[in-house]
Nanobody, 119 residues
């Protein structure tokens, strides 16, 4: 059974930093895409960024470029989202997700972790 478990959320002041973690288990994730999404109250879920295990290539949403960095630890099947220069509008529940390379949609999701940025 595939499990994605996020951790690291919390309350931070604007301008601060947080690092989220997503631990994946239950299958082999080599070549998988691991992504971060977020959902703010009253808004639709949006893509933050993703990493591919096979070549560690990354891709980010425009709002994340230059502030957020996704990295991974292959040995632990753990993905990280380093968030710097946080803004109040970054407040959301952050979700980790995974998909196989042949899939266009993310099949596996974590339970989410709350990030709150105070002004």
């Amino acid at each position: 059974q595939v499990q994605l478990v996020e951790s690291g959320g919390g309350l931070v002041q604007a301008g601060g930093s947080l690092r989220l973690s997503c631990a994946a288990s239950g299958r082999t994730f080599s070549s998988y895409y691991m992504a971060w999404f977020r959902q703010a109250p009253g808004k639709e879920r949006e893509f933050v960024g993703r990493i591919n295990w096979s070549d560690e290539s990354t891709r980010y949403a425009d709002f994340a470029k230059g502030r957020f960095t996704i990295s991974g630890d292959n040995a632990k099947y753990t993905v990280y989202l380093q968030m710097n220069s946080l803004k109040p509008e970054d407040t959301a529940v952050y979700y980790c997700a995974a998909r196989a390379p042949i899939r266009s949609q993310y099949d596996y999701w974590g339970q989410g972790t709350q990030v709150t940025v105070s002004s």
